[in-house]
């Protein structure tokens, strides 16, 4: 079956850790996307590739890198310089151009301890 | 520049009876407009979108919802709830570019009461 795979499911990290979260699909979408997912907040992008080898920066990528050096792939790297990283993350892929939405991985839950 | 108001962070309703939620955007040039479904500790799944072929969009899960220019409005409607429609739901909007400038409302929970 073609979707997206998030791994781990829950993570724990100490602070001052860096983490990496992964994504995976095989949908063959052109675009990926990370979310950070916090109560009442919605969701909020950290960075978007649209093309292999090449990604963008979101509203908050502060604290967060990426890579996209496969088209399947696309994890996100949470640094220790994210200063309240405990959050739902959430990774989408899309056709790219119009007329098309996003496919969203189950997400995974990070927690500092 | 493009944003979704969703009216009601919590919405209670009865089993049965109609479920309505609100959701208004802003957005300089024509939108795609979508509603997303996220149950506990999942993903979204996409519930409908509406692309300027028609204002009425029909989704799964007995959901509807219509576009309304004059009202700006984007509200998603089902007229009997289940108790499986407890879930968060999230309106987004995106200029008719392509999905990547996509904005998301801040989301309504709807609770099912029996």
């Known amino acids: 079956d073609g979707g997206i795979t998030q791994s781990p499911k829950y993570l724990f990290r100490k602070e001052g850790q860096n983490v990496t979260l992964s994504c995976e699909q095989n949908?063959?979408?052109?675009?990926m996307y990370w979310y950070r997912q916090d109560p009442g907040q919605g969701l909020r992008l950290i960075y978007y590739?649209?093309?292999?080898?090449?990604?963008q920066k979101g509203d908050i990528a502060e604290g967060y890198s990426v890579s996209r050096e496969k088209k399947e792939s696309f994890p996100l790297t949470v640094t220790s310089a994210q200063k309240n990283p405990t959050a739902f993350y959430l990774c989408?892929?899309?056709?790219?151009?119009?007329?098309?939405?996003?496919?969203f991985g189950q997400g995974t839950r990070l927690t500092v301890v | 520049a493009q944003s979704v108001t969703q009216l009601g962070s919590h919405v209670s309703v009865s089993e049965g009876a109609l479920v309505l939620l609100r959701c208004n955007y802003s957005s300089s040039v024509p939108p795609y407009l979508f509603w997303y479904v996220q149950y506990p500790n999942q993903g979204l799944q996409l519930l409908l979108k509406?692309?300027?072929?028609?204002?009425l969009v029909k989704g799964i899960n007995g959901f509807e919802a219509e576009f309304k220019k004059s009202e700006t409005s984007f509200h998603l409607t089902k007229p009997s709830a289940h108790m499986s429609d407890a879930a968060e739901y999230f309106c987004?909007?995106?200029?008719?570019?392509?999905?990547?400038?996509?904005?998301f409302g801040t989301g309504t929970k709807l609770q099912v009461i029996p």
């Open positions: 989408a892929s899309s056709e790219g151009g119009r007329n098309t939405e996003a496919f």
């Open positions: 987004a909007v995106t200029p008719s570019g392509g999905y990547q400038k996509v904005t």
């Open positions: 949908l063959n979408h052109d675009a």
């Open positions: 590739s649209q093309i292999v080898n090449d990604f």
């Open positions: 509406y692309t300027s072929a028609a204002t």
